[in-house]
T-cell receptor, first 111, second 111 residues
C-alpha cells in the first residue's frame, strides 16, 4: 500500500499561472483534507471532503478550488497563483475517528 | 473564535529531562483531540483523545484531555535527541468535520 501520495513534489510557478495538485489515497478513506504550512503557522486547513462528490471550505479557502470526483483522489487547484500562495501543501486522509494520514507534501514557490 | 493554542511555541531542554506541552482550545463540543509529531516532513500521528481524564500512553509519551477546562497536555519523559521535532495539536470535528491545528511547539533536545 502506498498510503497517501502527492503529485508533484516540487513546483515553481509565475504569478498568474494555474496548476493542480493531486492527492491520492489507497486506504478507502472517506475524509480527505488539504492543508498549507507556512513557517510558524502550523497547518491551516484549505478545503476538505467528507466523501466522494462533496467538498467544504476550511480556514483559508480563498484562491483555491477543490474537486473529489473519485473517492481515492482529491485535487487542489490554483486558478491564478499569487506569491502569497508560496507554501508547503499537505494532503491527508482519514477513515473515522479523525486519525489522519498525511502525504509527503508539495513545495510550491510562486514568483 | 475557533482557535487551538499551543504553548510554549518553542522549548530547549537537555536529554533526560521531562517536558510538558500544552494545548488549549475553544470549541466545547467536538469528537477528538489529536497530537502529531512532525520532523522534517509530514506529521505522524501520536494520540487521539476523546474522553476526559483518561491518559493515553505510548512508551515515554503520554497525553491526557480535560474537557471541562478545555486543554490537553503531552508529556515526554526521559527525553532523547530523537524527540526533537515540532509537536502539533489539533481538535477534531465538531458539527462541521473540520480538523483545526495549533501552531505547534518546536522542541529541541540537547545531547
Amino acid at each position: 500500500n502506498a498510503g497517501v501520495t502527492q503529485t508533484p513534489k516540487f513546483r515553481v510557478l509565475k504569478t498568474g499561472q494555474s496548476m493542480t495538485l493531486l492527492c491520492a489515497q489507497d486506504m478507502n478513506h472517506e475524509y480527505m483534507y488539504w492543508y498549507r504550512q507556512d513557517p510558524g503557522m502550523g497547518l491551516r486547513l484549505i478545503h476538505y471532503s467528507v466523501g466522494e462528490g462533496t467538498t467544504a471550505k476550511g480556514e483559508v479557502p480563498d484562491g483555491y478550488n477543490v474537486s473529489r470526483l473519485k473517492k481515492q483522489n482529491f485535487l487542489l487547484g490554483l486558478e491564478s497563483a499569487a506569491p502569497s500562495q508560496t507554501s508547503v501543501y499537505f494532503c491527508a486522509s482519514a477513515w473515522t475517528g479523525f486519525e489522519q494520514f498525511f502525504g509527503p507534501g508539495t513545495r510550491l514557490t510562486v514568483l | 473564535e475557533d482557535k487551538v493554542v499551543q504553548s510554549p511555541l518553542s522549548l530547549v531542554v537537555h536529554e533526560g529531562d521531562t517536558v510538558t506541552l500544552n494545548c488549549s482550545y475553544e470549541v466545547t463540543n467536538f469528537r477528538s483531540l489529536l497530537w502529531y509529531k512532525q520532523e522534517k516532513k509530514a506529521p505522524t500521528f501520536l494520540f487521539m483523545l476523546t474522553s476526559s481524564g483518561i491518559e493515553k500512553k505510548s512508551g515515554r509519551l503520554s497525553s491526557i484531555l480535560d474537557k471541562k477546562e478545555l486543554f490537553s497536555i503531552l508529556n515526554i519523559t526521559a527525553t532523547q535527541t530523537g524527540d526533537s521535532a515540532v509537536y502539533l495539536c489539533a481538535r477534531g470535528g465538531n458539527r462541521d468535520d473540520k480538523i483545526i491545528f495549533g501552531k505547534g511547539t518546536r522542541l529541541h533536545i540537547l545531547p
